[in-house]
């Protein structure tokens, strides 16, 4: 009976914390569960927002592993920002279900599923793991290399951030009038970018680079991955060899999680190029904010045809 | 009159067609067995409206159901014990049936059900996750894995090796599972999440559930905890642990974990006149855990230690079972420990050891150890295939070998979670 009143003595000494001091208005707490939203969001919230990034730019998206300040950061959040078309499905659920945070629950005002309304390409005619282990029955989730997201994924931030902060609208639709400046310019630059990509081949490792190759006009020839999510056996890389010596491939896109070394095989066997491009912002250096990823992106896709 | 008849003028030239156009979707039923025979160009083959004929949901819909989340797991090994015959096997070791849904806005509930080793199906856990406290809170209830140490919630299948440390089976069984409530909640401390929990069970011993034990020659013991209980007697469990950062990609975690049955009987089997009531006993764990991850993700580590302690009534023998005279109680304590490492190299392939050891509960002056050592390798998120082998040894039974392959397969809904 001692240890029980002892427990609950415990129990109840945790749970009554004092509140905590009245203190100045605080900033927003925004959360974003990729580099790119945290970037937008800074753009557009300026500084009425802090931002917390669960994934690394240079990680995984689909295997992101829990860390401390994630739940808690997450648990104190007045806007969520996530991709959504199950991009994040490996760690957002079950972090949301154990910040327990009403305000960020989705369909509460804190709550921003970024892909709302945007129209996904590849979207699986069957929901089966038949056809891939990785399967994303909404369509393919990485739609932030589309360069058109930019200004979709700010539009989604900008409704989020007032409705969570209707006080600071005019001061966030005026920030995202000038990220769209920026945009526009950025938009000038890719132009005349887009036309020298246009029917270029690459073979890519994941299906990362949908939306880039459609935007550009760019074919995807082949790809490591024979189902989304499925390593390539010895098998699927010789016929793979056969494939970019047959169409001509001289690039092989992948990110920098990808399992490199399958790509370092195949590009020794066919003397195409490896080209590690970022998938997120600061995936790589000097990627630091959505416009300086495109930029690097057609930048470098760019330059390794204009070589051949 | 009047009215009826204007009606029927008005009606029958959309009556006609509606008949028509009624007939032939009759006729045409089998063309709509998977879905719509026929849609226009760029419309969507699937639905997410859910189809009733009667424009409502009912018991025959099925939109809401739960999610269902099935394992295989299978086992091809050979064992050399010091003791018995040696020799391999092929078993399906495990067949698990999840399922999962929410109740209401408030409340989720799941169900595991699992066969082990091609036995009858048995319920393994059932509960019911009432979240609608304000803040971080849980109220658990119904029959689940109780919350100790970083491993006695995990099921079987999903350990990094074919079977719990030594230390954790001497000291809280196979499983660990309990019917009751438990209580948990976390809050920060700056950033370092601390969570705690609480739970009463009627009963915290584990019924011989996964391969039936040998009888011992006159009959053994079996502790049994009263079917109707004073507040004060039934079992407790407590947990409180805390995660930290440790640089840029690792993680670092502590924990201390209690097990106490207060009341319980040392019953005996051949003669039950011998029978010691009023028993209890405690098992304490404490463990540190280290994680870390690279840039990528990809490249990641795993070490921990747990430590246990256990005190109280241990075992209990008759002390001649030729003339049984008296049931001795071994009111002592035990101590142990498991260690461990993994290391993964690709997403795909992994490798690591433990170590456990642990004195005997029924005589603190024997020890049992065992060393694993395995490679795993994911063909995708859900196949794998590890190769291991268990170097055990005991100071009753001598030492044993067993190498093993253990092949895994997870369908359907997959839960990921936060497990600490």
């Given amino acids: 009976m001692k240890i029980t009143i002892l427990l609950f003595a415990l129990g109840l000494s945790v749970s009554i914390r004092p509140a905590a001091p009245a203190s100045a208005p605080e900033k927003l707490k925004v959360v974003a569960t990729i580099s790119d939203l945290a970037d937008i969001a800074g753009k557009i919230g300026g500084d009425r927002v802090t931002i917390t990034t669960l994934a690394k730019g240079t990680q995984n998206i689909h295997r992101v592993q829990f860390r401390p300040t994630h739940l808690v950061r997450t648990g104190e959040a007045d806007l969520f920002l996530q991709m959504g078309l199950s991009l994040e499905h490996s760690y957002v659920p079950e972090l949301l279900l154990a910040a327990r945070n009403p305000q960020i629950r989705p369909g509460a005002p804190g709550f921003v599923n970024c892909s709302e309304g945007w129209e996904p390409v590849e979207v699986p005619a069957e929901i089966s793991r038949r056809d891939a282990a990785d399967v994303h029955p909404q369509g393919n989730p990485h739609f932030n290399l589309d360069p058109a997201a930019g200004g979709f994924l700010a539009d989604r931030i900008l409704e989020g951030l007032i409705r969570v902060d209707p006080d600071s609208a005019d001061y966030y639709r005026e920030r995202r009038a000038a990220y769209e400046t920026e945009l526009a310019a950025a938009r000038e630059r890719w132009a005349p970018l887009v036309e020298k990509l246009r029917g270029r081949k690459v073979v890519i490792y994941h299906q990362d680079f949908s939306y880039f190759a459609r935007a550009t006009g760019m074919t995807i020839a082949g790809t490591f991955e024979p189902k989304i999510g499925v390593p390539p056996t010895p098998t699927d890389l010789a016929r793979l060899i056969e494939l970019i010596r047959r169409e001509g491939v001289t690039l092989l896109l992948t990110a920098k999680w990808s399992n490199n070394r399958s790509v370092h095989f195949v590009a020794e066997k066919t003397g195409a190029e490896i080209l590690e491009v970022p998938v997120m912002v600061e995936g790589v250096a000097h990627t630091d904010s959505w416009i300086a990823m495109m930029d690097f992106l057609f930048a470098e896709i760019v330059k390794h045809f204009a070589a051949r | 009159m009047h009215s009826l008849a204007t009606t029927f003028t008005l009606s029958r030239p959309v009556l006609l067609p509606l008949l028509s156009g009624g007939l032939t979707l009759a006729l045409s039923n089998p063309f709509f067995a998977q879905g719509a025979g026929m849609t226009s160009p760029g419309t969507s083959r699937y639905s997410s409206s859910v189809h009733t004929s009667s424009g409502q949901t009912s018991r025959f819909t099925s939109e809401f159901n739960p999610g269902l989340g099935c394992v295989i797991d299978a086992v091809v090994d050979y064992a050399d014990p010091g003791e018995g015959a040696s020799g ?274 029924e005589d603190p002056d024997a020890t049992l150890s065992e060393l694993d050592l395995y490679a795993t390798h994911h063909f995708t998120e859900f196949r794998r295939l590890r190769l291991g082998v268990t170097l055990a040894d005991s100071d009753e039974s001598g030492s044993e070998t067993r190498v093993y392959l253990q092949f895994t397969n997870f369908f359907g809904s997959h839960a990921h979670g936060i497990n600490w």
Wanted: proline share 4%; no cysteine.
């Fill in chain 2, 88 to 361: 391999g096997d092929v078993s399906l070791r495990i067949f698990e049936l999840n399922i999962n849904a929410f109740i209401d806005p408030s409340a989720w509930a799941y169900v595991v059900v699992t066969s082990h080793e091609l036995e009858s199906l048995g319920l393994e856990e059932a509960a019911v996750a009432y979240i609608g406290f304000e803040g971080h809170s849980t109220l658990r209830a119904g029959r689940f894995f109780v919350d100790f140490g970083k491993q006695m919630q995990t099921h079987l299948e999903e350990l990094r090796t074919l079977e719990r440390p030594i230390v954790l089976r001497e000291f809280l069984g196979d499983e660990l599972g309990g019917t009751g409530v438990q209580y948990d909640t976390w809050f920060p401390a700056g950033d370092v999440p601390i969570r705690f929990s609480l739970g009463a069970f009627s009963n915290l011993f584990q019924a011989h559930e996964h391969g039936a034990e040998e009888p011992e020659p006159g009959g053994g013991t079996e502790p049994l905890v009263p079917s109707r209980k004073d507040l004060d007697e039934f079992s407790l469990t407590a947990r409180l642990t805390g995660l930290m950062e440790a640089g840029e990609r690792g993680t670092f975690q502590l924990g201390a974990s209690l097990r106490h049955i207060p009341e319980f009987t040392f019953a005996y089997e051949a003669d039950e006149t011998l029978d010691r009531s009023g028993m209890a006993n405690s098992v304490f764990g404490l463990d540190a855990t280290y994680g870390w991850a690279s840039d990528t993700g990809i490249q990641t580590f795993l070490g921990g230690l747990e430590v246990l302690a256990a005190a109280g009534d241990l075992a209990a023998a008759v002390d001649d079972p030729g003339d049984p005279g008296e049931l001795v109680v071994q009111d002592d304590s035990a101590a142990g420990y498991y260690a461990y490492a993994d290391y993964g190299w690709t997403q795909y392939d992994s490798a690591g050891m433990q170590y456990s050891r642990v004195e005997a509960p």
